[in-house]
């Protein structure tokens, strides 16, 4: 079966700086993919350029198989795409509620209420303390909390791919590990595809099956998680390792 | 106590306009971060198509099914000629500049307002035009000694239904939910499925729309209309707006009533040629000491 989500020599530019320099992947169906690598790497840019939110300069992103320049970016949903950003992005001034219920926004033509009823549902089950506050608005939630929204409105669209930026960033050490768990288990549970991007390589090498570790806008390695975890110069660069070596 | 009773109904009425068209100020800012400086003189459009559709066009339903029937044509013209002029504005004026930044919008915005003015001067003349009596019910009660008309009770209870009706749809609609949305994070709301466009082109019929409806029961009530007081009416509204706190649907409605009140009763225990100083220390009062306005932002950012 072809990869459900491929980029192809992907470029990007801000205006005269190149973020991206011909970056190319690809996710199979029912796989955890990281995307490993330093601040300023392209690896935020990489996202943003597959839900269409920045324009390529030149390259393709197929998703099933069909270019993705084919639809507006507000169609993605709909396609079974969700994007979960960087920095969370929740509706801070809307009720807890109300933002997951924008999650089925892109889909509300495909889902019937009943469904969409369900789907909410099971992100309550996931994520309970969501439930316990849906009638407050989601900027009075804590880091941790609102990441789960964030994680939780994307889930309601009942996604095949998700695109997750950096969902462990500023969180505390104990919450990192539930965010990481609460990965694993969508992933199990509801066998959605994730391209996970990551300042935490050793946790996401952990949860991922393949990696792909980006440099500057290129990618600099690739290969199954468990041959970048165990890579020397890798682990030297990305993972700690040389510390702990000695 | 007479002409307390007797200002605040009169600053109720005024404020219901400086309500609906500080409304279409908030809505515009909150989705677009700009101040529509065009949105003045599409209430004096409003003004304008009002009298025309009922000087020369529902004068014939006015005179077989009343003033009432003829006032509702009149008030259904506004209110779609008025959004199609919005949203003609929006598509001409403002989304060809909308990539090069805010400044650019503004001075577009006050360019619409010139062309607006002068195609209103252009059409029907320089000078005042009047609404004719009859056009317009005269029937008035007295309650208690207090005079209040026909007129002012339907402008009153016309606004806050049209304000119900806004408040529902951004409050309490999945639609309005995506507006609200927009207006904190467009690239977010994209990503979930909001085509932003749509949502633009809803805020620039609909506030348009609420205005030339606040233009034309303003023709009703005053039955003299010149080409050049949307400018004036744009400044009080847009005070209004800053007053309750902009880019907030509830706040706008607040702040327009408020504002009314505050300049009739001015007028009456001070001076009327005072009256727009008021305004416009009210405007610097609150810049200085509240700025986010009356309502307000509720919570803070988190980061």
């Given amino acids: ?246 | 106590m007479g002409v307390f009773l007797e200002q605040l109904v009169n600053g109720l009425t005024i404020g219901s306009f400086y309500a609906l068209v500080a409304l279409g100020y908030s809505m515009v800012y909150g989705v677009m971060k700009l101040i529509n400086f065009a949105h003045g003189d599409l209430f004096a459009l409003g003004s304008y198509v009002g009298y025309a559709v009922l000087v020369y066009g529902s004068c014939i339903i006015t005179r077989t099914f009343g003033v009432w029937a003829g006032m509702a044509i009149a008030m259904a013209c506004a209110f779609l000629l008025v959004g199609a002029a919005g949203l003609a504005m929006e598509r001409i004026a403002y989304r060809p500049v909308t990539a090069a930044g805010r400044l650019p919008l503004v001075v577009s915005a006050l360019g619409v307002s010139i062309f607006l003015e002068n195609a209103i001067m252009a059409i029907w003349g320089p000078r005042y035009q009047a609404y004719p009596a009859t056009v317009v019910p005269s029937v008035s009660w007295n309650i208690m000694g207090l005079r209040v008309t026909a007129m002012q009770s339907f402008i009153l209870l016309f606004s806050l239904f049209l304000m119900a009706m806004l408040y529902y749809i951004v409050q309490k609609t999945r639609f309005g939910a995506a507006i609200r949305a927009t207006a904190l994070d467009r690239e977010m709301a994209t990503m979930l499925g909001v085509d932003v466009d749509v949502v633009i082109r809803f805020i620039f019929f609909l506030g348009p729309a609420l205005g030339g409806i606040a233009g034309i029961m303003n023709g009703m009530y005053y039955r003299q209309i010149s080409f050049a007081m949307g400018w004036n009416y744009g400044l009080k509204a847009f005070t209004a707006t800053i007053l309750g706190g902009i880019g907030n649907i509830p706040a706008a409605m607040v702040g327009g009533l408020l504002l009314g009140i505050l300049e009739m009763l001015g007028a009456a225990y001070i001076s009327s040629a005072w009256k727009d100083v008021f305004t416009f220390l009210v405007l610097i009062l609150v810049l200085i000491v509240r700025p986010t306005g009356l309502v307000g932002e509720r919570i803070a950012e988190k980061v």
């Fill in chain 1, 1 to 246: 079966m072809p990869p459900i989500l491929v980029a192809e020599d992907v470029r990007v530019s801000y205006g005269a700086v190149e973020a991206l320099k011909g970056v190319s992947l690809s996710l199979e169906e029912g796989d955890i993919v990281a995307v490993l690598g330093a601040n300023g790497a392209g690896k935020t840019t990489l996202l943003k350029a597959i839900s269409r939110i920045l324009p390529l300069t030149s390259g393709v992103i197929k998703f099933r198989g069909e270019d993705m320049r084919k639809y507006p970016p507000f169609r993605l949903p709909s396609l079974g795409l969700a994007h979960v950003p960087e920095g969370r992005r929740i509706f801070s001034t809307l009720t807890v509620e109300e933002n997951l219920q924008l999650g089925n926004y892109g889909v509300r033509d495909k889902m019937t209420p009943q469904d969409a009823e369900r789907e909410m549902r099971r992100v309550y089950e996931l994520f309970p303390i969501l439930e316990e506050r849906k009638r407050q608005l989601a900027g009075t939630l804590s880091g941790g909390e609102q990441q789960m929204l964030a994680i939780g409105r994307a889930l309601v669209s009942r996604p095949q791919v998700m695109l997750l930026d950096e969902p462990s960033l500023g969180l505390a050490p104990l919450l990192v590990q539930e965010i990481f768990k609460v990965i694993e288990q969508i992933h199990r549970e509801r066998g959605v595809s994730i391209l996970l991007v990551e300042q935490n390589a050793r946790k996401s090498l952990n949860v991922a099956s393949y990696g792909y570790i980006l440099e500057t806008g290129k990618v600099h390695a690739e290969g199954k998680a468990k041959e970048l975890a165990s890579d020397p110069h890798l682990r030297a660069a990305y993972l700690g390792g040389a510390a702990i070596k000695r």
